[in-house]
């Protein structure tokens, strides 16, 4: 038995040394292989990229390239998918067992040379078919079109026709008789060359115009609007165009003197002799992109009307500040007519063949001829081309609706409406190679949608749109791609908030050009929208999927239509569905479900298998309270989004990602958030025991108390989940809420940039964690007492690279003596804010000489004068809040005194206590544009506010509604602000 048994063991053994041998052996020449096919394949694309930027240049019309360079495309997007991949395998499998490996290289391993078969037969037929050859010799026309039908001709010819007239139209307005100062308006977009800009332009550059006039200049308005270097551009203009008119024989009678201002004017003097200057002369200014009458109110101080005969023309979006810009109704009613509603007339015109009123003839055309002209805004060729299409068709509500509806369908195919599309394609087809890609990117988002900037800015980083470049980082190449696309009228700039630090924060896109995104994303196979009515044809490869409210399909039905396995990013726009999130989307690098509507903890449960991730927001979804352990799997994720939501405890597998660059976990916590932990009783720690007992075993008794939908697919699970690790430990440990508490080791995150907002009151160390993450630029902290304040304060002072730090405390003693440790605080430091008693202000807030905005909340100050003579010192503080109780006392009074607050621009005072006045001294707050008053209900604003006439820059006083219900109030501050030379305007929150 004994040598049979070692026998077997021997055989046993050998055969095992034989097949690891020979598993070793393939894994060998299986890892030959593959390196040869990625050595391959990398060269591949890295050629195919430099290709399809060379064809971009040379912008071949040729139907047969076009569709090589299709193809190409389409193989170069599958080789960057296959290698990253197979770096995202080779990263992933450390930890296998030999026969496992074995089994990845080998799908690696077909895969790859699948591939290299792919991208050798595209290749060869290149050669086959004879493709590249040079440029297309078919005629095209000026915007790179081809030349084809007489319609488009036509049109064209007409659109030109109409412009010849209405430049004509503006050389004599331009030139009539008329000693007083005079100003025309015009609205419409810079994105066309057929629009209001173009008419503009080809005006101000005829000779006969510039001879009546003794200096002219022509100014692109830059935002956010800065009146010094609005002046200075104006006068290196004058300067410039003197040297062109006059010689070098002139330089020294205009020149000099405008040398002389350029080189010793100060800022509070530049803007009078600015205006003195002008006085003496007549000049023409053409003002191009003013986007608010604010802008226009600060503007028209800078030229004095010298009865020289002089001219201004503007160019706006906006009908409202064209119309104001003008001045006097008569003289408003005449340019209104001339021009601001020319081309509605020329669209009814070309419809009807005459100029009707739909209001009295066909009412029922009102509504879809509105959202018609909302398509076209801006694009006054568009108005007349479709004009002229509608002409031809039924006048009925059912046919406009549906040109409406299919516009985009109607640019593809009716030869009528061919220039419309022409002239937009002109208008993506300038772009530069890199901004394509983001342009179209854009086509993800529903109509009318308000993007937020840094939403867009991270996930380009995470579809890798860009790389580090002569020392700028990602994220500041792609900032610079977005003011890019809204300097070239791609996209238009807007601001959700107007205590934005950085001003354009948002920004939306034309319907006619979104419409051009959303076509040739589809043609190149790159965004595809799940809408209702959306065919059901196999659409194929989709790189980018985002799903519609009103996409009520079922999970076969997504199947069919998308080739889940390849694309790249899923968006949901609503109207959940737990089967969006599939394992087929191998690739997936952005999982964007920002929005309010019923996703639970469940759904996301097999997230950890979609290991490319790399930007995941589940922004304002309150239904989520716990994340899947399986998230460490995700190693190449950058951002983690959980704002909003009900996540107060971020899984300890996290530390294992060592590329995140943004947790961000700010917010308020669902079912608990209204009740304070520090306050429970024995009595309710016992009720929310037998709570969690319940919930347990009767998940739909406890779900109404979760403010959940009856739609929310709650399982026992999740609600056992809800209670047991969010809602009883909340209570038990007297949670703050609002920040999330980390794991042990998130120190290993040395890539992190954004860690806002974490808890620090569970466990004393992670002040030790914190302080060793050396490149944060934004921390917020919440839960800070006096037992961790001690260890936090030296680990602020070691984040050199800080910008933006948030401090917050729920305790009675809040802040006070917790920040005394802080006695170097970063030196790069622009944003701060400070939520806690306080009592008097941290010492060493005087040294922060880059604070740009601060925030005070529940701070109850006492010192007034003290605290606001040191913020007055502060020589960048640009927006200061002041927030509920920031400041407390029997009486609090605000004194703003000569040579303070020199960089302030916002000030925002939010329910004070005994709030009793708030004066200004002449000098004081010298740039303030925006001063914002909301007061407790009863609170008496008549005579709170003195020195409102001193505030040169003052544009906005904005004043809660709630106390516009006293007459003799209002009078008092409307009285004050009218002795204002700026004319600042009263405006209710």
């Known amino acids: 038995m004994e040598v049979t048994a070692i026998s077997i063991g021997k055989s046993v053994l050998s055969g095992a040394l034989n097949y690891a041998q020979s598993a070793v052996a393939e894994e060998v020449a299986l890892q030959l292989g593959v390196q040869r096919d990625h050595s391959f394949i990398s060269d591949e694309l890295e050629m195919m990229q430099s290709f399809l930027m060379a064809v971009h240049d040379e912008r071949d019309d040729n139907r047969v390239v076009r569709t090589w360079v299709k193809q190409v495309r389409d193989i170069s997007y599958s080789v960057e998918d296959c290698l990253l991949d197979f770096a995202v395998r080779l990263e992933k499998q450390s930890w296998w067992c030999l026969s496992r490996k074995v089994l990845a290289r080998r799908y690696v391993a077909m895969q790859m040379k699948e591939l290299r078969a792919k991208v050798e037969e595209v290749s060869q037929r290149n050669q086959r078919y004879h493709l590249i050859k040079g440029s297309s010799s078919k005629p095209t026309s000026a915007i790179g079109q081809p030349i084809n039908s007489s319609a488009t001709m036509s049109a064209a010819e007409d659109a030109r026709l109409r412009r010849q007239k209405a430049k004509l139209d503006l050389v004599k307005l331009i030139n009539c008789k008329g000693d007083t100062l005079q100003v025309i308006a015009f609205w419409g977009t810079s994105s066309s060359d057929l629009g209001e800009t173009s008419i503009i332009k080809s005006a101000y550059e005829d000779h006969m115009v510039h001879t009546n006039f003794d200096c002219c200049a022509w100014i692109t308005l830059m935002y956010p609007f800065n009146q010094t270097d609005f002046i200075r551009s104006?006068?290196?203009?004058?300067?410039?165009?003197?040297?062109?008119?006059?010689?070098?024989?002139?330089?020294?009678?205009?020149?000099?003197?405008?040398?002389?201002?350029?080189?010793?004017?100060?800022?509070?003097?530049?803007?009078?002799?600015?205006?003195r200057y002008l006085n003496f002369k007549s000049y023409l200014i053409v003002l191009n992109g003013i986007h608010t009458i604010e802008e226009w109110d600060c503007i028209k101080t800078c030229f004095p009307n010298n009865k020289k005969g002089s001219r201004i023309i503007v160019s706006t979006e906006k009908v409202e500040v064209a119309s104001l810009c003008i001045g006097a109704e008569d003289e408003a009613l005449v340019h209104k007519k001339l021009f601001v509603d020319r081309f509605l007339y020329a669209f009814y015109s070309k419809v009807f063949k005459e100029a009707v009123s739909l209001d009295e003839r066909h009412p029922e055309l009102v509504e879809p001829a509105r959202l018609i002209l909302k398509k076209c805004k801006?694009?006054?060729?568009?108005?007349?081309?479709?004009?002229?299409?509608?002409?031809?068709?039924?006048?009925?509500?059912?046919?406009?609706?549906?040109?409406?509806?299919?516009?985009?369908?109607?640019l593809e195919m009716n030869r009528e409406l061919e220039t419309i599309k022409a002239i937009l394609m002109k208008s993506y087809d300038g772009l530069p190679y890199y901004l394509k890609a983001c342009f179209l990117y854009l086509a993800i988002f529903p109509e009318d949608q308000q993007i937020a900037r840094r939403r867009l800015v991270r996930r380009w980083i995470a579809e890798g749109y860009s790389s580090e470049m002569r020392g700028r980082s990602v994220a500041e190449v792609l900032e610079s791609y977005f003011m890019e696309l809204i300097s070239r009228s791609m996209i238009l700039p807007s601001q959700q908030s107007i205590h934005s630090r950085k001003g354009i924060d948002s920004c939306h896109v034309h319907d006619l050009i979104r419409e051009i995104a959303i076509s040739k994303s589809m043609e190149e196979n790159l965004v595809f929208t799940l809408e209702e009515g959306c065919s059901l044809n196999n659409?194929?490869?989709?790189?980018?999927?985002?799903?519609?409210?009103?996409?009520?399909?079922?999970?076969?039905?997504?199947?069919?239509?998308?080739?889940?396995?390849?694309?790249?990013?899923?968006?949901?726009?609503?109207?959940?569905?737990?089967?969006?999130?599939?394992?087929?989307?191998?690739?997936?690098?952005?999982?964007?479900?920002?929005?309010?509507?019923?996703?639970?903890?469940?759904?996301?449960?097999?997230?950890?298998?979609?290991?490319?991730?790399?930007?995941?927001?589940?922004?304002?979804?309150?239904?989520?309270?716990?994340?899947?352990?399986?998230?460490?799997?995700?190693?190449?994720?950058?951002?983690?989004?959980?704002?909003?939501?009900?996540?107060?405890?971020?899984?300890?597998?996290?530390?294992?990602l060592e590329k995140m660059e943004h947790i961000l976990a700010s917010g308020t916590t669902n079912a608990m958030s209204h009740t304070n932990a520090n306050n429970q009783s024995l009595l309710d720690f016992t009720l929310d025991s037998v709570s969690c007992c319940v919930a347990c075993c009767a998940p739909r008794i406890v779900k109404k108390d979760l403010y959940l939908d009856d739609g929310a697919q709650l399982n026992r699970r999740d609600i056992c989940t809800v209670f047991c690790c969010n809602i009883l430990p909340y209570y038990v440990a007297g949670r703050n809420p609002g920040g999330v508490e980390v794991p042990r080791g998130i120190w290993k995150l040395k890539a992190l940039h954004t860690l806002h907002t974490v808890d620090v009151s569970m466990r004393k160390d992670v002040t030790q964690d914190i302080k060793k993450l050396t490149r944060l630029r934004k921390l917020g902290v919440i839960g800070i007492n006096k037992?961790?304040?001690?260890?936090?304060?030296?680990?602020?002072?070691?984040?050199?690279?800080?910008?933006?730090?948030?401090?917050?405390?729920?305790?009675?003693?809040?802040?006070?003596?917790?920040?005394?440790?802080?006695?170097?605080?970063?030196?790069?430091?622009?944003?701060?804010?400070?939520?806690?008693?306080?009592?008097?202000?941290?010492?060493?807030?005087?040294?922060?000489?880059?604070?740009?905005?601060?925030?005070?909340?529940?701070?109850?100050?006492?010192?007034?004068?003290?605290?606001?003579?040191v913020l007055g010192n502060l020589p960048k503080l640009a927006t200061l809040h002041l927030l509920v109780d920031s400041f407390a006392g029997e009486e609090v009074r605000f004194s703003f005194r000569r040579e303070a607050f020199l960089s302030l621009k916002v000030l925002q005072l939010d329910r004070i206590k005994n709030l009793k006045s708030v004066g200004f001294e002449e000098g004081a707050a010298p740039k303030l544009e925006l001063l914002q008053y909301t007061g407790w209900i009863g609170t008496n604003v008549a005579g709170l506010f003195s020195g409102l006439a001193y505030l040169p820059n003052l544009k906005e006083f904005m004043l809660s509604r709630r106390h516009w219900e006293k007459t003799e109030r209002m009078e008092h501050l409307r009285g004050q602000l009218a002795e204002n030379q700026n004319g600042p305007v009263l405006k209710s929150l």
């Open 234 to 275: 104006i006068i290196r203009q004058i300067y410039v165009n003197s040297l062109q008119e006059t010689g070098e024989e002139g330089k020294s009678a205009i020149g000099a003197q405008v040398l002389r201002m350029m080189a010793t004017m100060k800022e509070d003097s530049l803007a009078h002799e600015f205006k």
């Open 378 to 410: 801006g694009l006054p060729l568009a108005l007349v081309i479709i004009g002229g299409f509608l002409a031809n068709q039924p006048k009925t509500a059912f046919e406009w609706k549906k040109m409406n509806e299919h516009i985009s369908a109607e």
């Open 539 to 656: 659409q194929g490869t989709v790189r980018h999927l985002a799903i519609s409210s009103n996409w009520n399909g079922d999970q076969c039905e997504l199947e069919n239509i998308v080739d889940l396995s390849r694309v790249r990013s899923l968006t949901v726009f609503g109207n959940w569905r737990p089967f969006y999130i599939s394992d087929k989307m191998r690739l997936l690098r952005v999982l964007d479900l920002e929005g309010k509507w019923d996703l639970v903890d469940h759904h996301l449960q097999h997230i950890g298998k979609l290991v490319h991730l790399r930007y995941v927001s589940l922004r304002g979804q309150a239904s989520i309270f716990h994340l899947p352990n399986s998230l460490g799997n995700l190693r190449q994720l950058h951002t983690l989004d959980i704002s909003g939501t009900s996540i107060i405890k971020l899984p300890s597998s996290i530390i294992n």
């Open 787 to 869: 037992r961790n304040s001690q260890e936090l304060c030296p680990a602020i002072a070691c984040l050199s690279s800080l910008e933006s730090l948030s401090l917050q405390s729920y305790e009675a003693t809040g802040l006070s003596g917790c920040l005394d440790g802080l006695s170097s605080p970063p030196e790069n430091l622009q944003s701060l804010k400070l939520l806690g008693n306080l009592v008097k202000l941290p010492e060493w807030i005087q040294g922060l000489k880059n604070l740009v905005k601060l925030k005070l909340k529940q701070s109850r100050i006492s010192e007034h004068d003290a605290a606001i003579q």
